[in-house]
Nanobody, 123 residues
Framework: QVQLVESGGGLVQAGGSLRLFCAAS????????MGWFRRAPGKEREFVAA????????YYADSVKGRFTISRDNAKNTVYLQMNSLKPEDTAVYYC????????????????WGQGTQVTVSS
C-alpha cells in the first residue's frame, strides 16, 4: 500500500514557476514508476509527466515538454514536478500517481493516486 500526498500548488502569474511535491509513504517507493496527471475544469484528466523507478528516464506530454521537469529522490520518498513558464492553460488540479509498470501515459495502469493540488495560472 502506498499513500501519496501532493503539495506546492498555488496561484501564480503567467510566465512564473511552481514546484510540486508528492510525498509517498511506505518502504517500496523505489519500486514504483511515478507520474503526474492533471485535470482542468470541464476537461478529461490528462498525462503530464512520468519518471522511471531509478529516475534514469522520464517522459513528458508535448504540451509541457521543455517547461516542466519531473524528478525523484528515493531516499526521501518524494517526486517533484518543476513547472516553469507557466501558462493559463496549465491551470488544473495536479495529481501524482504510482505504478509498478512503465506505461507512462495510461492512467489505468497507475495503482495509487494522491488527492491532488490546485495550480492556478493567471493571465
Amino acid at each position: 500500500q502506498v499513500q501519496l500526498v501532493e503539495s506546492g500548488g498555488g496561484l501564480v502569474q503567467a510566465g512564473g514557476s511552481l514546484r510540486l511535491f508528492c510525498a509517498a509513504s511506505g518502504r517500496t517507493f523505489s519500486s514504483y514508476v511515478m507520474g503526474w496527471f492533471r485535470r482542468a475544469p470541464g476537461k478529461e484528466r490528462e498525462f503530464v509527466a512520468a519518471i522511471t523507478w531509478n529516475g534514469a528516464n522520464s517522459y513528458y506530454a508535448d504540451s509541457v515538454k521543455g517547461r516542466f521537469t519531473i524528478s525523484r529522490d528515493n531516499a526521501k520518498n518524494t517526486v517533484y514536478l518543476q513547472m516553469n513558464s507557466l501558462k493559463p492553460e496549465d491551470t488544473a488540479v495536479y495529481y501524482c500517481a504510482a505504478s509498478r509498470q512503465y506505461t507512462p501515459t495510461d492512467a489505468t495502469r497507475y495503482d495509487y493516486w494522491g488527492q491532488g493540488t490546485q495550480v492556478t495560472v493567471s493571465s
